[in-house]
């Protein structure tokens, strides 16, 4: 079972990054050909993931060291107390380094606690028992240690790839289908990475156990929905745990409550308090935010110790189950995820996407227009089932209400679902994303909403550009905020992406052959850096754009020659005739997308 | 040494006060007698008591019941879990019912807690594990319990004494000295008053456990120092517990800091903190106030299920300290604190301490008279040691340094004092009462300071009418508030006493005989009420009140019958003509209580 669950969540998990990318890539299309034709599959639940997760974060801490050849002496001391099941390696943004230790009980983590001492004696410092400790020299004298019986498990471990060295690998592989595969495997939130995660709600979780009896800090979104990156950002949600058992009429002792007094919600004063006390009694967190007059109050912080950015909210279970539902999609097929990583790489690199909150598509409906397309039955057959199937074949222990009586009843156990039930097209992933963008440039957004729920197209109960139905609150539209024009780039974008990955993949390795056409890297954001030169705070005119010749050596002569080499890279890229169609409408959205920009 | 300890620090503790007010009184003569003369002696220290209770207050929960007949099934249900020290019954002044239960361990209760369920399942109303329950009645069957092997240790166990009652019985007493125990033992902080306000202090401490590794929470002040009455305030210090262990530099692994962040001192916010935890996380507490931007900040609350008023501040060990001197010199001698209660009284009933604060003397300094009068040498030989001398046989284990460096070195353990450097005198309570009177009618309160570090008057260092050196802090004094006019009156108001107590204790048994003329009850505030009747801004001059006929009788015609019958008793005992020149001096010390009354 424990071997299961590693292989099903994470995917190279006793692997370094640079380990992963020195060493020769795992055939892909045979990782993949493994897993859809094992049959019977076996598949583990979300709770049971979740449930493994937080019980490696109990018994796990988060230790500061010199460097990483503290290794030796952090296992020699640590192994006298406790026997150690692993350590990872990795630095914060501050260049500070830190080692992950997972012992092999709580029990063990309990003993280590207790040696635990205190830097300081100033009464103004109070130590605090949370799981990030600090592993101090010692001052004069050096301790002997037994070599340790293990390796570090990774080193640098939550370093996201180097994009370089990425593109590299991307140019290296043998068919689409790989590339898709190698930017998922190197872009996605590795084990570490979910580690880290559940120690930062672990940490709350220890402060909070003496306020509140029943209350856990449980990760959501990204970071468990098996759809998250490298460094994204941690949802954090309160839930009440409370038992049927701790709530037995038969207990006659029950702990007297706190009334809360005063006219404002007892809510958002207990996350005015969850604020008061992340901020002066959580190590590592900083610049503390409280947005509590939102519709859902949250507390924003970033957590120095580990690097990630975290946002606390509370009585939000439709957002956990809504993760499981996307964990379980992601899960019964293993070309969903990285289907979903190219698609939402793509429409970042083309603009569809943008971090500020604004009128375009984000990465949640888009995540759900990729679940809709492998719902549609192809001549292939289709991948995935729709979600009224699963909720049809849903037993008694799958019900799940959550706040505001909204139901979230769904099959959690897809060891149930039917073999015929899913995965039915065996297509590879460079077909499923040729196909993904062949769909939408035909879909027909004026009368039709996209529901996973239904798995097929449903008439749209009103005249929003894009409709696409939520499927836990069904009469929501998750795509509300898009504009008109946005909803027209989009269609306009995978009919571009359409031509050219037909146009790019076949024929001589260009250097955007494949996946380098679509997605761009990150460090050469060239034309939207290079409009802005000098230009900040003047819009650059269309018209100049499609002056190429003069604009682009402008641009020359105004760079360093560092990024004059970049540029040049562009402008050559741009130049290309053959694709003279496609290059200026990318130009004519980039100046949408810097007017817009402007706006935010 | 359990049983020494219960006598020493809970005179009375398996006796309800029911049981003391009905049952015959012990001979006070001899309890005084027995106490002074059995030598060597045996004292326990401070820290011991403080441990004792501390340890008590951990195997202890406070549960809200239907009534005292609910003890057989609360003992029948908690026997189940585990087994029973004790149940003291107790109201709050709600009316509502309690039981503080006492177990046999530590162990014991926490099998306990793991077995407490939730009210609510709301998620607005989150379980508290604190030690406060409430015993919920069974909705349909009854279950059977084994009747308990022991009875109620108290009934109302916080209940004050009765005026009425406390009256008759010090009128009933055979000689003064027997006068001034009762009145001790009848209005002194009894064994309950102390158990729930260190249950108060606990559970603010497990509010915390979470929260801060090396924090407790600890009452100080009249709650500790054997000088408390029953329904006084509690003084409660967050402590840091820090010890040499926990900051041990061999101990590599020590705790991530929490950096205060911002401009205001960390123990402003920490501070701050506590009050949001207590208004949000402590069951009971109510009226919470913030006084933080004192020099000693501080957050008040009323703590409705013990009925206890609190005061919490941060590191003030020479409060703590404090409390100790005054508990080690109660200890030392058990006249020591029945005559300091009968002083305390008497002063608050001729209005030379007042609850509010203001330019009078106030119950600590007052003690420290007491206790330096007890200090010298009268023709029987004296009772206390100076301050001086403990100081001097203080060891290195007696070494205290409270913040500010502020020197708290005395003797903790009392054994180690010769036997002839206390209780010289034999002297019975009354004698020594009267010598105190008469003490401080010669007293050169114009050139002399009161130390009790010196044990005798010392000079003074200004011209404050009143100096009573403080015993930690000597640069300091206590009494810097006190107007001149106040010492004026106290002079007057001790010459008066001694009289007064001079002639009333000889001959016949009158209304006031011994300390009845003394002391007042509250519930027949006579004189005082009676002058404001009517006359509640205005002002009454001291030429009408001495036309004495004529102002009793109007006083008469306004009130009630029922009041009436009070003022007549009054006035009454104001007739009495041999008084007259002390009657005077009352009622003109009535007025100018008065006048001061308005200014508060």
Known sequence: MFVLFQTVINTGKHYSFRKILNAPLPSCKCLLNRNISDAPKKFITFDEVVAQRRAEAQRSLVVQVNSESSFNELYGYCSRYASINGIHHYKNNGGEHFMLIEFASEDNLKDILRSCGSHHKDLDVMALQSPFLWFRAVANKKEKFTVPETQLINKDGTLPVNEDTLFEQLSHCKTVSDQIQVLYEHTMLNDLGVRLRYMVAR???????????????????SSVNG???MGCDLDLVLTNELTQEMTDPNKRLVYQEKKCEGGRSPWQRHMELMGELIELRVPGATRVQRILNARVPIVKYAHELSGVDCDLCYSNMSGVYMSELLWLYGSLDPRVRPLTFVIRRWAQTVGLTNPHPGRWITNFPLTLMVLFFLQQKTKDGFVLPPLKFMSKIATKDDIRIAEDYVNCTFVRDLNRLPPESYGQSQSNLQTLLLQFFEFYSQFDFQDKAISINEGAPVRKPNNLPL????????????????SFEECERLKMEVRNAAWQLESCTEGDRTDDWGLLGLIEKRTTRGLKKLLRVGN??????????????DTSDKRLSKKSDKESAKVAQ?????????KIKFKNTTIANEVYRIRRDKIV
Chains 1, 2 share one sequence.
């Open 227 to 229: 759809f998250g990156k």
């Open 467 to 482: 409709y696409i139905v939520n499927p836990i609150e069904q009469a929501l539209n998750v795509s509300r905020n898009v």
């Open 203 to 221: 940490q709350l979780e220890t402060i909070m156990e003496s306020l509140y009896a029943n209350m856990a800090v449980r990760p959501f979104g």
């Open 536 to 549: 900040s705070h003047r819009l650059v005119s269309v018209k100049d754009l499609f002056n190429e010749e």
């Open 570 to 578: 562009t402008v050559k890229v741009e130049k290309k005739e053959q």
